[in-house]
């Protein structure tokens, strides 16, 4: 039973890891043509700056996912 639980807590930190590599880049390219991340002269705006700094944690955080469920998987 125990090994189960082992196994399913692993899956599952991969597939949120790969939830957040699909879902967050794409969400940050729709960003980035919104017309709120830049000013009238091109440079990034608030706006664009606080979405890159959430996706880029956002990524960093599955990548410490998945490194957790390919240990816990490889440590059984």
């Known amino acids: 039973m125990a090994e189960a639980a082992g196994v399913t807590g692993a899956v599952l930190l991969l ?11 794409a969400f940050l390219r729709r960003v980035a043509r919104d017309e709120r991340a830049r000013d009238a002269q091109g440079r990034p705006t608030r706006f664009l700056t606080v979405h890159v ?8 955080i599955a990548i410490a ?12």
């Open 65 to 76: 996912q998945a490194v957790a469920g390919i240990w816990w998987l490889l440590a059984r």
């Open 53 to 60: 700094t959430l996706v880029a944690i956002a990524i960093v």
């Open 15 to 25: 597939v949120g890891a790969a939830f957040s590599v699909v879902v967050w880049p």
